[in-house]
């Protein structure tokens, strides 16, 4: 096809010329024509009409509201949602009766197979390590390692009632966080 179109683009050039190479004003040439195998070489099977109209079988509407629930729960598994408040502490794998220091919000909650976190907030790390050196023990949990790192962090791990965890915290001025870890 690329021949023929440059064929056809050297016949288009010569076709004004005269038979000495003038520009053919003086002395008409011969009559250009397009050779015929230029024309057999063209493609066939081309459409030979444009669609002016756009297809029926398209949806007319879209759906115009979200589901308002989903689960958050897949078998095996366990809860996949971020939970806040208490409902953080209904996690598979987070006891019933896990303490939680007065003061502190739960803000945020999730369980995967046999690992649950439960983030705090609102408390400094010397409170959260204070509260729990004596409210794990009294609650029957055991404190297996307590790692102070001054009073801008602090972690515990323990172990009772089915799952092993730790503590997490963290803090700077106003920005105070702490992560429980319960796994089963």
């Known amino acids: ?16 010329c005269g038979p000495d190479g003038s520009d053919g004003a003086t002395t008409p040439g011969p009559s250009a024509s397009l050779p015929s195998s230029l024309a057999s070489a063209l493609p066939t099977g081309l459409p030979t009409t444009i669609p002016t109209t756009l297809p029926t079988a398209l949806p007319t509407s879209l759906p115009t509201s979200l589901p308002t629930s989903l689960s958050t729960s897949l078998p095996g598994v366990g809860r996949i ?17 896990f303490p939680i220091p007065p003061g ?7 369980s995967l197979a046999g690992t649950s976190t439960v983030t705090l907030t609102g408390l400094t790390p010397n409170a959260i390590a204070a509260f729990y050196r004596t ?13 102070p790192a001054g009073g801008a962090a602090h972690a515990l791990a323990f172990s009772g009632h089915g799952v092993t965890g730790g503590i997490g ?8 966080g702490t992560v429980l870890l319960f796994s089963k």
């Open 1 to 16: 096809m690329l021949t023929g179109l440059a064929l056809a683009g050297l016949v288009g050039l010569t076709a004004g």
């Open 81 to 97: 949602d971020g939970a806040t408040g208490a409902d953080a502490l209904k996690g598979t794998n987070v006891p019933a009766d």
């Open 104 to 110: 502190a919000k739960v803000k945020l909650g999730a």
């Open 135 to 147: 409210a794990l023990p009294a609650a029957g949990y055991r404190i297996t390692s307590d790692s």
């Open 169 to 176: 915290t963290a803090g700077f001025g106003q920005a105070q």
